[in-house]
T-cell receptor, first 112, second 116 residues
Framework: QKEVEQNSGPLSVPEGAIASLNCTYS??????FFWYRQYSGKSPELIMS????GDKEDGRFTAQLNKASQYVSLLIRDSQPSDSATYLC????????????FGKGNQVVVIP | DVKVTQSSRYLVKRTGEKVFLECVQD?????MFWYRQDPGLGLRLIYF???????EKGDIPEGYSVSREKKERFSLILESASTNQTSMYLC???????????????FGPGTRLTVT
């Protein structure tokens, strides 16, 4: 089982709509979860961190964490063309080598 | 603002050359990381370091080595570059705040390495 899975294919949303991204993880004791945004040809940029169950809002972004079901999601409200990017989910993995495990990412395309 | 810099944005090297990729962070972070990113494979961890002169292998260390002589600098070395090491190389750094288990990593701009 992969540590972090992002299974959705490319997501196309009209401008102004809500984009919804999901991520599941396998490590039940994970405590720290992150969303990164990566524009084509650029490096990942941290946009959200969440550590507790529930919702965390930052501007047009909302991260949702459900530890019992082992998933974390990202909502982008009022999607803008500038939100077109790949979004990476990352989970802190405890163990001998404490590190972040990354999903492969979901591409979002916002259509004007 | 956290600032992570990498020595080159684009690099072209020949097969068999020794290649040095440099990374510097200015936030006094304990941890530093080297990843490579390839289409369809995502981010893969090559090596990381929790302290000066300390290094740990990641998921794909073969063909690479690292050096951390100063806290702010972490170097990735390709001992003998091969064409399958053509990739985007990303450096990242983070604090280690043990009580909250926070682990926010901040990335440099990346180095696009082409080995011919």
């Amino acid at each position: 089982q992969k540590e972090v899975e992002q299974n959705s294919g490319p997501l196309s949303v009209p401008e102004g709509a809500i984009a919804s991204l999901n991520c599941t993880y396998s490590d039940r004791v994970s405590q720290s979860f992150f969303w990164y945004r990566q524009y084509s040809g650029k490096s990942p940029e941290l946009i959200m961190s969440i550590y507790s169950n529930g919702d965390k809002e930052d501007g047009r972004f909302t991260a949702q964490l459900n530890k019992a079901s082992q998933y974390v999601s990202l909502l982008i409200r009022d999607s803008q063309p500038s939100d077109s990017a790949t979004y990476l989910c990352a989970v802190f993995v405890r163990g001998g080598n404490n590190r972040l495990a990354f999903g492969k990412g979901n591409q979002v395309v916002v259509i004007p | 603002d956290v600032k992570v810099t990498q020595s080159s944005r684009y690099l072209v090297k020949r097969t068999g050359e020794k290649v040095f990729l440099e990374c510097v962070q200015d936030m006094d972070h304990e941890n530093m990381f080297w990843y490579r990113q390839d289409p369809g494979l995502g981010l893969r961890l090559i090596y990381f370091s929790y302290d000066v002169k300390m290094k740990e292998k990641g998921d794909i260390p073969e063909g690479y080595s690292v050096s951390r002589e100063k806290k702010e600098r972490f170097s990735l070395i390709l001992e003998s570059a091969s064409t399958n090491q053509t990739s985007m190389y990303l450096c990242a750094s983070s604090f280690q705040i043990r009580d909250r288990a926070t682990y926010e990593q901040y990335f440099g701009p990346g180095t696009r390495l082409t080995v011919t």
